[in-house]
């Protein structure tokens, strides 16, 4: 079945960077438009960045543009999220999905990954 794992969460301050990676098994992962989106306490799924199956085309929202850069690894079935100049608002857990932008917001999950954006 398919299975999600994502990691490299964690408490970091403002300003900082974290990278999340997302290895991914039980589907043909390379095939798959990939993405990644997140929630805040208290508020609902919010959709963060999109990549194509051919890893050519991404998006992301305006929120993290400029700041976020999605990529994958299609031999290591890994997609990843680096994330720069985190502001507390960036505070979620974070989750990678199957799909391109709000169809992914119904797509399976996995367990998640905490960051939190503090001083």
């Known amino acids: 079945q398919v299975q999600l794992v994502e990691s490299g969460g964690g408490l970091v301050r403002p300003g900082g960077s974290l990278r999340l990676s997302c290895l991914a098994s039980?589907?043909?992962?390379?095939?798959?438009?990939m993405s990644w989106v997140r929630q805040a306490p208290g508020k609902g799924l919010e959709w963060v960045s999109s990549?194509?199956?051919?890893?050519?085309?991404?998006d992301y929202a305006d929120s993290v543009k400029t700041r976020f850069t999605i990529s994958r690894d299609d031999a290591k079935n890994t997609l990843y999220l680096q994330m720069n100049a985190l502001v507390p608002e960036d505070t979620a857990m974070y989750y990678c999905?199957?799909?391109?932008?709000?169809?992914?917001?119904?797509?399976?999950r996995g367990q998640g990954t905490q960051v939190t954006v503090s001083s």
């Open positions: 990549i194509g199956s051919s890893g050519g085309e991404t």
């Open positions: 039980g589907f043909a992962f390379r095939h798959y438009d």
């Open positions: 999905a199957k799909y391109w932008g709000r169809r992914a917001l119904t797509s399976e």
